[in-house]
């Protein structure tokens, strides 16, 4: 692991190298989206030659290479991680901490939170849409982006497995593993606070931008609390679970037309246990803050207050161009469609 050095000017310096690593790397990950999103399109268009599976597995496949794996594979690059993460040092990124039972247990308060922030994003969207006259470019813009249900089971299978496997692990690694460990040198504080921005930020919509960002912060900081990413992925592939299970129950819906009364009663089931969950996530929430146990968190470099590190980061100009993406991406594109015509 890297360590800062004491001096001013070179801790300076060493923090806005990673600023601009970290805008980079979130560079080529919304490029990446772009053209995954045009790739997915032309598969869509040639679903008639292979059919709706192959189309879907084909589309689904060219998503985890273009939105998980090139970026992934960047990063490590970029930070060296391959270096860095050698021998005993990568598992110990997965090591079991003591404290994993108390770490999982706080599920429902973590979803909670996220249903939180959620439920305030789409009041105001609600709010702020019936202000404007119902303009559709914030509808848009407070539409949350998110896998359509499949039309078939095979479909509606991958659906799941990304959801509950692969985007946890991918995640993780990337998010609480590399930019985190990139980060913690400059302050474990700070370390959460910019890689759950950069959490949300990669969701790609302003719905889902407050609800992931929150639960970034929450999985992040179990990542500091129990020092491995092992507790963190695990609850990230169980709050996903419960979006595939939606989406699953969903997409059988969709096959039967809604005529199946097993799989109507058991969606209508599944759907009052989630809102069940989300009440008493709150509720939960609410509860544990007295009780959480506020860590004094390291940090390497003090001369520098966190308000000061989260300006330097956004100032950073690959940062400033991220942030440029991240709006055309929570706007569908309309950036590049504007510049486009």
């Known amino acids: 692991m890297e360590e800062v050095e004491h001096s001013g000017g070179a801790a300076l310096r060493g923090y806005k190298g990673v600023c601009a690593k970290l805008g980079a790397v979130m560079c080529v990950y919304f490029a990446c989206r772009i053209l995954s999103g045009y790739i997915s399109q032309a598969i869509v ?6 059919g709706s599976t192959g189309a879907y597995f084909l589309g689904m496949s ?19 991680s391959f270096r860095r993460y050698s021998g005993g040092e990568f598992r110990a990124l997965y090591k079991k901490p003591r404290r994993v039972a108390r770490a999982l247990g706080a599920f429902p308060a973590i ?16 709010l702020i849409s019936r202000v404007s006259g119902g303009q559709t470019f914030i509808e848009d813009l407070f539409r949350p982006t998110a896998l359509e249900p499949s039309s078939d089971i095979a479909g509606a299978l991958m659906t799941v497995f990304l959801l509950v496997v692969i985007a946890p692990v991918f995640e993780e690694i990337w998010v609480r593993g590399i930019m985190f460990d990139a980060l913690k040198p400059f302050g474990c504080g700070i370390a959460i606070i910019i890689s759950s921005v950069l959490f949300g930020l990669m969701h790609g919509s302003m719905y889902m931008l407050f609800y992931t960002t929150a639960l970034g912060f929450a999985l992040g900081y179990i990542r500091y609390a129990t020092g491995s990413i092992f507790a963190p992925t695990i609850l990230h592939a169980i709050i996903n679970s419960v979006a595939a299970g939606i989406l699953f129950l969903s997409s059988l819906s969709g096959i039967t037309d809604g005529e199946s009364k097993m799989v109507n009663t058991v969606f209508s089931i599944y759907i009052l246990a989630v809102l069940v969950l989300i009440v008493v996530g709150i ?5 544990k803050i007295p009780s959480i146990r506020m860590y004094k968190f390291e940090n390497a470099w003090s001369d520098v207050g966190p308000g000061k590190k989260t300006a330097l980061f956004f100032l950073s100009i690959p940062v400033i161009i991220m942030l440029v993406l991240a709006v055309n991406e929570h706007m569908n594109n309309w950036l590049l469609d504007l510049i486009v015509r």
């Open 45 to 50: 268009g040639q679903s008639h030659n292979i």
């Open 62 to 80: 060219v998503m985890v290479i273009m939105v998980y794996f090139i970026p992934l594979l960047f990063t490590a690059i970029v930070f060296k």
């Open 111 to 126: 979803y909670g939170l996220g249903y939180g922030i959620a439920l305030l994003t789409l009041l105001s969207s609600f």
């Open 283 to 287: 509720i939960a929430f609410f509860m």
